[in-house]
């Protein structure tokens, strides 16, 4: 089946450790997001790739760095600069985003816990 | 900016009882509009998408959103809500070509049996 896999499910990170978030998609889309999720705060957008070799920072993209080197592979590294990095981090990806009337597809998501 | 509000943070309803989840956007322009829906720890799953035509549209479900051009509103309703549907619902948006996703903050649902 065609999806977007996120791995692991839960992550534990000691302070000044810098960890890095597995996204794999085989729905051969050239859009791929990476959002942060926290209570109450819905999604906020980290960084995004409109292709491969590409990435932007999203609206929260401090403490944050990702790579883009195959198509279907987006990790993101959450790196010690990241004051606050326990959320729920949630990868996505869409066809393409010059094509405005489709949706984005969602990872499981993976929990990020710093002990 | 572009925004997305959800005025309700937190709606409780009975089994059986019918649900309307409110969304608003703030654009000029007819943007693309989406609900998904995010169970808890898991990731979001659409449930449907307005882009032109018929402003009621069907989703998975049996879900149904409006579409109300002269209220800039994308309204979520469910006849008869089941204890399943308990679940945070995101309203989005895409306004503009190459623009990402703006997403409300979201709805908490709560069903009571």
């Known amino acids: 089946d065609g999806g977007i896999t996120q791995s692991p499910k839960y992550l534990f990170r000691k302070e000044g450790q810098n960890v890095t978030l597995s996204c794999e998609q085989n729905?051969?889309?050239?859009?791929m997001y990476w959002y942060r999720q926290d209570p109450g705060q819905g999604l906020r957008l980290i960084y995004y790739?409109?292709?491969?070799?590409?990435?932007q920072k999203g609206d929260i993209a401090e403490g944050y760095s990702v790579s883009r080197e195959k198509k279907e592979s987006f990790p993101l590294t959450v790196t010690s600069a990241q004051k606050n990095p326990t959320a729920f981090y949630l990868c996505?990806?869409?066809?393409?985003?010059?094509?405005?009337?489709?949706?984005?597809?969602f990872g499981q998501g993976t929990r990020l816990t710093v002990v | 900016a572009q925004s997305v509000t959800q005025p309700d943070i937190h709606i409780t309803v009975s089994e059986g009882a019918s649900l309307e989840l409110r969304c608003n956007y703030s654009?000029?322009?007819?943007?693309?509009l989406f609900w998904y829906v995010q169970s808890p720890g898991q990731g979001l799953q659409l449930l449907l998408k307005?882009?032109?035509?018929?402003?009621l549209v069907q989703g998975i479900k049996g879900f149904e959103a409006e579409f109300k051009r002269s209220q800039s509103s994308f309204n979520l309703r469910k006849p008869s809500v089941h204890w399943s549907d308990a679940a945070e619902y995101f309203c989005?948006?895409?306004?503009?070509?190459?623009?990402?996703?703006?997403f409300g903050p979201g709805t908490r649902l709560s069903v009571l049996p």
């Open positions: 996505a990806s869409k066809v393409s985003m010059r094509i405005m009337n489709t949706e984005a597809f």
């Open positions: 729905l051969n889309h050239d859009a």
């Open positions: 790739s409109q292709i491969v070799n590409d990435f």
């Open positions: 654009y000029g322009a007819t943007p693309y």
């Open positions: 307005y882009f032109s035509g018929d402003t």
């Open positions: 989005a948006v895409v306004q503009e070509y190459g623009q990402n996703f703006v």
